[in-house]
């Protein structure tokens, strides 16, 4: 067969599957009698229905599909049950006898007890049948009927026994059923109810007949009986013993009844176990009757919320997963309303509150919800679909009872002040850059090394884009780039000047003229070194995935987010702590060093400005969070990096602004701006003239001398090395 044709079949298959089962269930009209369902869940229809197209869902893996829908129909079926208990609730609104039935099966277990009190019944009638014969001569009336009102006296959920006789059976009587059952106000009542009502065609009857029929072997037990008489001396002894076999019924052997209304009877909802009764009619053993207990289902609560994992396992679980509560709340079950629909609460989920706050129960009752359901179902009612919502809670709420707000608000005016401020030093910054690079051969700044200035300036703008970035509320993004930002900003502002100290601490101490490193390559490469171990840290950091953002709380308990400080970030901020630290070391070795321009003093006191107030602030914002509000929490970070940064334009690049203004070319003496720039490579001659090298032997000859009685070693070790260099 071409690959279409089966397609085409198969989805045909689907096709009638699916409505065969829907017309069966759902378009079947309310019966009047048990016996005229077409197809139910329970009838053999449905089973060679689902059997003859199973193999079409097998054989294309479609196995999925059908276990969807006949979940579906299960769930529709048993709605439908529901609605049916809805609209037959009392003797008004139900038909007369036992017609009003539902098409559910239940798991029937758990009256099992109530169910072995009819078989033993059963079974006793059994024993009477065998022992008269056939006759049941020595039981009448009076004892049946006691029969029956002792089966429901010792079974609590017994609602009612019956005893039903084949035709001319019991006493000739062409019929006969002694029916007990509770009337409801503390007594039993008893009466014949074949008088007016056939049970002959019942489900109850006939169903228990017909599955007597079809049992494949005669269930017996094989007794020795020895009875007792009196003899002719008034001297009771034992008669001769008989062997005989005795049937007997189980529980397996009896039928148990779909759920009905009993109309005109107890008027509630019931679910009957029949166990037959049987004689020996024309030699053989057959049917001779029922023992019937009735289990009442209107002290039994329906469970239509959604099945639990560790949820008990109870008859009426058929109901669960029925109940139409809106996703924003969770279905609670009710207790004491017995056999009926909407017995649950539709309470708000964690993270919803309930509209009125002020009710006295915070949560939809589900007899509302199913009512207002049917109305939109079957009349196209609106209300359903516009109420029993619960409202969402405020943003980060994870409960409330109403609409306060559990975040912080953000004060949008001290924000936004600090956000122009910290636009304004990043326009600063880049201006201060275009002028450094516009004044690039000026002898201040040839001195100060153009290259690494303009590396600061870079460094300044990078630090302004951290504040950028925890502007807008935090995120991931905003957080990871905050690091990145504030962390390649400080390599790039602080080693630079440092190294520059380090190597001018390590001339001040030698003591013979000895060749270093020329000051270009070594701190450009400790500049590239630190950069390098500074982007892979941050890069493994950022490659862990670690959540950059966390939830902090305010004085008054408000919620907000917050960029999260991990033991990586921690890691990084101690070492750059550390490296402040060895940057005060190296100031307090040169900070009374002589250089051009007072370039070492200006790095010192940078470092010394930066140390403090970096670490003042640092520690500030740790001890408020939990305290503050996030406005100033953002007023302390701009402080934290925004602070020393300016602080550090204004003491290093303040003389030099200031210098070029006037229009200063060399130091006040000249003899050291040549002997510096002659060793350092950065400007003057680089081979002196032999004047040159006089003039300067002179001049470090004078200086040596005034320092050393002024105890300056020192500055006469550097004086000692420049004119060995300039010799």
């Keep these: 067969m071409p690959i279409w044709c089966t397609a085409i079949s198969t989805t045909a298959g689907h096709f009638a599957l699916i409505m065969g089962i829907m017309a069966g269930v759902n ?13 139910t869940l329970d009838t053999p229809q449905f089973g060679d229905l689902i059997q003859t197209n199973l193999h079409l869902f097998q054989r294309y893996n479609n196995i999925h599909f059908i276990s969807f829908y006949f979940a579906a129909v299960m769930r529709d079926a048993a709605e439908e049950a529901l609605q049916y208990v809805e609209n037959v609730r009392d003797a008004a609104t139900c038909d007369g006898g036992t017609g009003n039935i539902l098409n559910v099966l239940f798991d029937n277990t758990e009256w099992k007890p109530q169910a072995n009190a009819a078989v033993r019944l059963s079974n006793l009638l059994t024993k009477n049948f ?24 010792i079974e609590a959920l017994a609602f009612g026994s019956a005893v039903a006789f084949e035709p001319n059976l019991y006493r000739n009587m062409s019929k006969f059923c002694a029916y007990s059952f509770h009337t409801g106000n503390g007594t039993i009542k008893s009466h014949d109810i074949s008088v007016e009502y056939d049970y002959f065609p019942s489900e109850w009857y006939l169903g228990a007949k017909e599955k007597y029929r079809n049992l494949t072997r005669d269930k017996a037990d094989n007794i020795t009986q020895r009875l007792s008489e009196y003899d002719v001396n008034s001297t009771k002894v034992h008669k001769v013993p008989t062997n005989f076999m005795e049937p007997r019924m189980e529980y397996d052997d009896g039928f148990w009844t779909r759920p009905y209304f009993d109309c005109g009877g107890g008027n509630i909802w019931m679910i009957t176990f029949n166990s037959p ?6 030699g053989s053993l057959g049917f001779a009757g029922v023992a019937t207990v009735d289990v009442a289902l209107n002290i039994l609560d329906i469970d239509q919320c959604d099945a639990t994992e560790n949820g008990k396992k109870f008859a009426l679980n058929v109901f669960q997963g029925t109940h139409h509560c809106k996703p924003s709340t ?20 964690p993270g919803f509150y309930y509209p009125n706050a002020s009710a006295t129960v915070l949560a939809f009752p589900g007899f509302d919800v199913e009512n207002a359901y049917a109305d939109w179902i079957q009349h196209g009612s609106r209300d359903y679909l516009a109420s029993y919502d619960c409202n969402a809670c405020p943003e980060g709420c994870e409960t409330c009872v109403d609409a306060t707000p559990c975040m912080a608000e953000w004060d949008w005016a001290l924000r936004s002040i600090l956000l122009i401020i910290v636009v304004l030093i990043l326009v600063s910054a880049v201006f201060l850059l275009l002028f450094i690079h516009r004044h690039r051969r000026h002898p201040v700044l040839h001195e100060a090394g153009v290259l690494y200035l303009q590396i600061v300036c870079v460094g300044a703008v990078l630090a302004t884009g951290t504040d950028l970035a925890l502007f ?14 504030e962390h390649v900003a400080f390599v790039l502002i602080y080693v630079p000047l440092m190294l520059k100290n380090w190597r001018v601490s390590k001339q001040s101490l030698v ?5 270093l490193q020329p000051q270009t390559a070594l701190v450009t490469r400790g500049l590239a070194l630190a950069l390098t171990v500074v982007v892979l840290y941050l890069a493994a ?49 040169v900070h009374s060093v002589v250089t051009p321009y007072n370039e070492a ?10 140390f403090i107030l970096k670490h003042l602030l640092l520690v500030t914002r740790k001890f408020s969070i939990g305290r503050i509000s996030p406005d100033v929490l953002y007023l302390l970070y701009v402080l934290e990096l925004q602070v020393p940064a300016t602080c550090t334009f204004l003491v290093y690049f303040g003389p030099k602004l200031r210098l070029i203004r006037k229009g200063t070319v060399k130091p006040s003496n000249p003899d050291i701006y040549e002997l510096a720039t002659e060793e350092s490579g950065t400007s003057g001659p680089t081979s002196p003239s032999p004047a040159g090298r006089r003039r300067n032997q002179s001049f470090a000859a004078k200086l040596e001398h005034h320092h050393l009685t002024a105890g300056n070693r020192d500055l006469s070790h550097g004086l000692a090395m420049r004119q060995s260099i300039s010799q």
């Excluded at 009047?32 to 197809?39: A, G, W």
């Excluded at 009764?277 to 024309?282: E, S």
């Design 541 to 589: 950091w950022s490659a862990t995935g670690l959540s950059p953002v966390q939830m902090a709380r305010t004085g008054k308990g408000l919620k907000f987010y917050m960029c999260q400080d991990t033991w990586m970030s921690d890691g990084i901020t101690i070492a750059e702590g550390v490296f402040l630290l060895w940057g005060v070391y190296i100031s307090s070795k």
């Design 511 to 515: 003591r013979r003229a000895k060749k």
């Design 130 to 153: 065998q022992i008269t014969n056939g006759t049941g001569g020595y039981v009448d009336d009076a004892l049946v009927f006691a029969m029956t009102r002792t089966t429901i006296e």
């Design 330 to 349: 969770n279905c609670v079950p009710r207790a004491g309303f017995g056999f009926r629909r909407g017995t649950y609460y539709c309470e708000c989920r």
């Design 472 to 485: 807008p509320k935090p995120s991931a993004a905003t957080c990871t780039s905050r690091l990145w930002f």
């Design 27 to 39: 378009g079947a009209p309310r019966p009047r009698d048990r016996r005229d369902l077409n197809i």
């Design 277 to 282: 009764i049987q004689a020996v009619i024309n």
């Design 601 to 610: 003093k200006s790095i010192c006191w940078v470092v010394y400005i930066t």
